[in-house]
């Protein structure tokens, strides 16, 4: 690494002219990234409900289904929109009633269930439009868009494909401020934490370019995540700035020994930033590296490209940071000013003296904090995280209070199954409670028409590739209790009529999605935990650090997602899976500096609680920037952004990665000094015997 080291400062320009035309694929690659805004799309396909869906996209040529509903209009006008909308690219069929019956008919006469589906009151009316791609495809939002122009005020689409379009508009809107807001409250707290008035914007121009490469690289991956390009940024900035400030501190212990060779100063300080960044770096990895264990798609999707990013954080900070702080080192020196962090004498004192009341307040804080996190609840409803104010959720509201419809569902059978049999099976759905209306082709034809002498049109929308479609709807909000119950005896019934029959739609995917979510978050805790602990026992030869380190750790988190069970608030799902392991992963690092500055502390021959004493003081500065820099860079995104699944888990990393700082310099010293000699029996060469200058006899450093 010192001969790497030695031509990284000797080539420090041509790496900045390689950096800079390597930012030119780059962005073209984030520019050629897809961003899938459909959460339930990365659900697995073996999934019966994912199933359905395949089968109504490829065979029906219906990758989703939104609901227009018109208001005012004669039936002249009604007529003409549906036809502009059926000829809009993205867009498979628009249905209503005149494909059904006659507009000749009085509505008076038609089946009441028939003009309940179709018309609310005397002025409303509703077109059922079929989406030729997926919810979340670029056709169908593209479609969309297209489709609201063309309707007019009077007009309102609900649909998933509504709401994802919503969410794709504010979020472009919004996600350049929040890279604004962390990289100026990074800023803020790096002026008051380093000397130098030029280096934060230097440090901030290093990981700039690391991001741009992150996101460059992810059209590898084809597409990724709305939420992972919401919070990979930010999450990237926070993590990896300890990296940067890990940098300029040995630099500048290396000038004072190489005053008048900076180029020197600089190798040997890459050299040693690497050695200290790699246990850092690699349980930040891990920790991000674990959410691919999800079985749910996004998981993966936001661990591949979180943990990327710390690697090329890493790998832009022994690099690029080195070339920029060379050529600018005479402005970094000559701009200096005196930071504001407290000395932390009185409270390292405090907290030596008192070690054993602060092991009382651990287990103190670790009961009700874990009772907490085992009882908080998560809502699982996409729509309960989107703005009242977006077009598609007013739309969803005016579907629910007009037409008393909150769901939609989807029944595939096989289209051989006898005539009375789907009649008896949709008997038996429409009599369940909640349901409003069933729309099947036996329903209004009965038994005795033949089929076979129907106009083609309407029997390939409701039959193809040996399926028959039946549209069911219901009362009930997805993901709710009473949505729940009515999807298993949905279920239940078109088991009993065609065991191959399937049910899809956006309650069935969501009903999917919590079975998977509760498995999901034991998993990804586990995994992160146990590579978390491999990792800290192989840096410190120990089987006793990775309990006492992880369950300061786990203590913090139980705190943190324990807080909205005391509070009343109701997290989304996706917190609870994520927020672990990504506050596991990135606060730990505070505990290895602490406890290694401890034990380098006892190797000098200090006793137990004057090297305790001295570990805090150093440490507690660097965690405090560290920390300070992890909620500065998402509590700004946390309060600004308006979309509650991005605010929500920026809110909860914004907190953690405070309640971690606090149980690392409070919580941790008291623990180490409690089980010191525990931590000496299970540890290999924690401390190291030395000989005594007198006796000769092998002693530990310290017991003086």
């Known amino acids: 690494m010192g001969k790497i080291a030695e031509k990284i400062v000797k080539h420090n320009k041509l790496i900045l002219l390689l950096a800079v035309i390597l930012l030119v694929p780059s962005v073209f690659g984030y520019l050629s990234t897809g961003i899938n805004y459909d959460i339930l799309s990365y659900l697995p396909e073996d999934l019966s409900s994912m199933k359905a869906e395949k089968i109504l996209t490829d065979d029906f040529d219906c990758g989703a289904l939104s609901m227009l509903i018109l208001e005012n209009m004669d039936n002249k006008d009604i007529t003409s929109i549906k036809e502009k909308v059926k000829d809009l690219d993205g867009v498979k069929e628009v249905l209503w009633i005149d494909d059904l019956v006659d507009l000749s008919i009085p509505k008076e006469i038609l089946p009441k269930d028939l003009t309940d589906f179709f018309y609310s009151g005397d002025n409303s009316t509703m077109l059922l439009i079929k989406f030729a791609e997926g919810t979340g495809a670029e056709k169908s939002l593209n479609a969309v868009e297209s489709i609201r122009k063309i309707a007019s005020k009077q007009a309102f689409l609900s649909g998933m494909s509504g709401m994802l379009e919503d969410t794709k508009n504010l979020l472009d809107t919004e996600m350049p401020i929040y890279i604004l807001i962390a990289a100026i409250s990074i800023l803020i707290i790096l002026e008051c934490t380093v000397e130098s008035t030029v280096i934060p914007f230097i440090f901030l121009l290093s990981l700039g370019i690391a991001i741009i490469y992150n996101f460059g690289s992810n059209i590898f991956l084809g597409q990724i995540s709305y939420l992972t390009k919401a919070l990979a940024a930010v999450l990237q900035l926070a993590v990896t700035i300890d990296y940067s400030i890990f940098l300029l501190h040995r630099y500048e212990e290396e000038k004072e020994l190489s005053p008048d060779d900076n180029n020197t100063a600089m190798a040997k300080a890459i050299k040693n930033t690497v050695t200290s960044v790699f246990g850092s770096s690699t349980t930040t990895f891990a920790g991000f590296l674990a959410l691919c264990v999800m079985e749910l798609g996004l998981g993966r999707d936001m661990g591949i490209v979180m943990a990327k990013g710390v690697v090329i954080g890493v790998l832009c900070t022994v690099t690029i940071l080195p070339s920029l702080m060379l050529i600018f080192d005479k402005q970094i020196s000559k701009y200096k000013h005196k930071t504001i962090l407290p000395k932390f004498n009185k409270v390292s004192s405090l907290i030596v003296k008192h070690y054993k009341k602060f092991v009382v307040a651990f287990v103190v804080i670790l009961i009700p904090g874990y009772f907490g996190y085992t009882h908080a609840k998560q809502y699982y409803n996409l729509t309960d995280t989107l703005p009242d104010s977006f077009d598609s959720i007013i739309s969803t509201n005016k579907m629910r209070d007009d037409y008393n419809m909150e769901s939609t569902n989807f029944i595939l059978i096989k289209d051989s199954l006898k005539s009375e049999n789907v009649n008896k099976m949709i008997k038996e759905i429409e009599n369940l409670d909640g349901i409003t209306s069933v729309v099947g082709l036996e329903k209004y034809l009965g038994p005795r028409i033949d089929q076979d002498f129907l106009p083609s049109n309407l029997t390939s929308a409701v039959k193809s590739g040996g399926y028959e479609q039946i549209i069911v709807n219901s009362e009930y909000k997805s993901a709710s209790d009473e949505c729940n119950r009515q999807l298993e005896k949905i ?214």
């Open 491 to 704: 279920n239940a019934i078109v088991q009993k009529y065609d065991k191959d029959g399937l049910v899809s739609g956006e309650a069935p995917l969501t009903y999917d999605l919590i079975k998977i979510a509760n498995s999901d978050f034991a998993k990804v805790n586990v995994v992160s935990i146990i590579a978390i602990f491999i990792i800290i026992m192989i840096v410190f030869k120990s089987i006793s650090l990775p309990v006492i380190l992880v369950a300061v750790i786990e203590c913090a988190i139980f705190v943190n997602l324990g807080i909205p069970y005391y509070t009343g608030t109701i997290e989304p799902f996706i917190a609870s899976i994520t927020l672990g392991t990504i506050q596991l992963g990135a606060t730990v690092d505070y505990a290895i500096l602490l406890t290694s500055r401890f034990k380098e502390e006892r190797n000098k021959g200090f006793n137990k609680t004057k090297a305790m004493t001295i570990a805090i003081k150093n440490s507690a500065p660097s965690i405090l920037t560290s920390a300070f820099s992890f909620f500065a860079s998402t509590v700004g995104v946390g309060l600004y952004s308006q979309l509650e699944i991005i605010s929500a888990l920026c809110t909860l990393m914004a907190r953690g990665a405070l309640i971690s700082m606090i149980m690392i310099i409070f919580i941790l010293p008291a623990i180490l000094l409690l089980f010191e000699k525990v931590i000496i029996k299970t540890s290999k060469g924690f401390i190291e015997p030395k000989k005594d200058n007198e006796q000769g006899n092998p002693v530990f450093a310290g017991n003086n």
